[in-house]
């Protein structure tokens, strides 16, 4: 039985409590860390970097951090790349390339919020594509969870009063949550036997290559400098947000997303990465004085209650399974 099949991973070796308590750790860790990006990517792009530019050094200075450490996690089993070069490929085109292409395409037609918005309806199409391929209908719990979460983005992004949009920007951002839940269910899944490690190497390497095309065919713009960049009104060299992007906001966020992905299954684990938003509303209050409303502060609550009411439906959708003779 596989996570991705059934979306309840277990290991026989560790607690059940244990790893439940772990895989929050590391999604938290994860989202936190994504979050970190847009604040960081703000002050570049402020002094004339574009937006492929900061993307591909991001991902690529991710990508030589990750893959020592995920060819020491593979242990000489190249047998596994061979067999899983379709799935690596499919998570570096889509899951880290395509979701941040697509995602940049999608603001250069439409407001951030209602893009973002478009995107992080990930996890509830996550949801239906268990349901639809795998028959796990979520019960009234979880769609209230769900619920509630996409109400809290919406106050998170502060849409209450309505936003225009665009069409091309629409298709652009559906295409980005298409590559969000695609990271969201292969990360989830453990029956290909690569390491997390090696599987986040893989896709970042996959990604660099797959941005650096991008960039060389000229459909994504690629504008650099080395102008100081400005965060809370301080100046910083230009290189520091960089590194902190590459680090952090990449090699961090998708080693530690793979790896929670494993131990919380496909469902609550993008359940749990919409906290992502609140991160980054936090971190545009303490990098760039956007102070967030009351409305914001409550809207993170309901994506907390959502992510709870998600996990008590798990609970209650396993509870009534019938027990195999």
């Not at 750790?25 to 530019?53: I, P, Y």
């Not at 391929?133 to 719990?141: D, E, K, L, Y």
């Not at 980005?176 to 292969?186: C, E, H």
Request: proline fraction near 5%; charged fraction near 10%; aromatic fraction near 6%.
């Amino acid at each position: 039985m596989t996570t991705m099949t059934h979306d309840t991973p277990a290991s026989p070796s560790v607690a059940p409590g244990s790893r439940l308590a772990a895989g929050l750790v590391l999604a938290v860790v994860s989202a936190v860390s994504f979050g970190m990006s847009g604040a960081l990517a703000s002050g570049l792009l402020d002094t004339g970097w574009t937006a492929g530019s900061v993307v591909l050094v991001r991902v690529g200075l991710a990508a030589v951090v990750v893959l020592p450490l995920g060819l020491v996690a593979l242990r000489g089993r190249w047998s596994l790349v061979r067999r899983n070069a379709g799935l690596i490929t499919m998570y570096g085109v889509l899951a880290v390339a395509g979701a941040q292409f697509c995602y940049f395409s999608a603001v250069s037609h439409m407001q951030v919020g209602p893009a973002l918005l478009i995107e992080y309806t990930a996890p509830a199409a996550v949801v239906v594509w268990l349901w639809l391929r795998h028959g796990q209908r979520p019960g009234p719990v979880t769609l209230v969870g769900a619920g509630l979460a996409v109400l809290g983005l919406v106050l998170v992004l502060d849409l209450i009063s309505g936003a225009d949009l665009n069409t091309a920007g629409v298709l652009w951002a559906l295409a980005a949550m298409v590559g969000a839940a695609t990271y969201f269910v292969i990360s989830a899944d453990e029956s290909n036997g690569l390491p997390p490690l090696t599987l986040a190497a893989g896709g970042l390497v996959v990604g660099t290559v797959a941005l650096g095309l991008l960039g060389l065919v000229g459909l994504m713009p690629m504008t650099a400098t080395t102008d100081p960049t400005s965060y809370a009104g301080r100046e910083v060299a230009w290189w520091v947000p960089l590194v902190v992007l590459g680090l952090v906001t990449a090699a961090v966020a998708y080693v530690t997303g793979i790896a929670a992905g494993r131990r919380l299954g496909s469902r609550l684990a993008s359940f749990v990465a919409l906290l992502e938003v609140v991160a980054g509303v936090g971190f545009a209050w303490l990098l760039l004085d956007e102070l967030p409303r009351p409305i914001q502060l409550l809207g993170g609550l309901l994506i907390l209650a959502g992510v709870v009411a998600v996990k008590l439906g798990e609970r209650t959708v396993r509870a009534e399974e019938p027990t195999p003779a």
